[in-house]
């Protein structure tokens, strides 16, 4: 990018991003959504995507740890309880394990992360990494990816609730919560990179951010598939589903 662009601008090129990168595009993302897995199969994403989801507040921490703007730390606060729970909210990290918990995975098993592909482990420790180490204005770009996540949400409610009769509606609480929160975060967090991101240099680089973070999001379907699709190789001590 030599020029500024526009904040319209700015946007509908992030939005682009999604459109082309998001991972609801995933051929991974498509058979689970279209009620083309096996209970094993919707046991391992479920086991491996706890891995993200627990790291979610310790990024949003790692950010925290770094701002000196008291306003901006009472706006992301919210995030971290949003997952770890305040007051009569149990959180979003307890509405996963309820999830897993329906899907016979036990509780300690599943926290521990024993069994996550160590692909999973990598990537999700890449993106808490990426926040902690790069500068304010892309650790915020990188969370955009909740521009596009009501969408996937709706996806997979409808989805897995039509296809799987081992999902109830008590066991996508999570994703139903999300389509509410995901709105209000990536509200705040556009209008943030928006305002502050107003250089050429500024710009590619939020750019750049929300390119990694999909990256993140893909490279995770990438590893679910190879070990428990095609070709089928299970990493040493990677979760294994029980026989059919």
């Not at 096996?38 to 310790?58: D, T």
């Not at 599943?110 to 482990?121: H, M, Y």
């Not at 709706?154 to 999300?178: N, P, T």
Request: proline residues 5%; neutral net charge.
């Amino acid at each position: 990018m030599t020029d500024v662009i526009s904040p319209e601008a700015l946007e509908r090129a992030l939005r682009k991003i999604g459109e082309e990168r998001y991972h609801n595009l995933h051929p991974f993302h498509k058979m689970l959504h279209g009620g083309r897995m096996n209970f094993g199969q919707v046991q391992a994403w479920a086991l491996n995507r706890y891995v993200y989801q627990a790291a979610i507040p310790r990024k949003d921490a790692a950010l925290m740890a770094r701002l000196e703007d008291r306003a901006l730390r009472r706006e992301w606060i919210h995030r971290i309880h949003d997952h770890d729970g305040i007051a009569a909210d149990s959180g979003g990290i307890e509405r996963w394990l309820k999830l897993t918990d329906g899907l016979k995975l036990d509780r300690a098993y599943v926290i521990s992360q024993e069994g996550a592909l160590p692909a999973t482990k990598f990537a999700v420790e890449a993106y808490v990494r990426f926040v902690y180490e790069r500068p304010t204005l892309e650790a915020i770009a990188s969370s955009l990816t909740e521009l596009f996540a009501p969408a996937i949400h709706a996806e997979r409610i409808a989805g897995m609730l039509e296809h799987y009769d081992f999902i109830s509606d008590e066991l996508v609480a999570y994703f139903r919560k999300r389509l509410d929160q995901a709105p209000r975060d990536c509200r705040f967090a556009l209008a943030y990179v928006q305002e502050h991101a107003r250089t050429p240099e500024q710009q590619a680089a939020v750019l750049a951010a929300l390119r990694f973070k999909t990256d993140v999001l893909w490279a995770q379907l990438d590893a679910l598939y190879f070990a428990y699709v095609e070709p089928g190789f299970i990493p040493p001590g990677a979760f294994r589903p029980a026989p059919k």
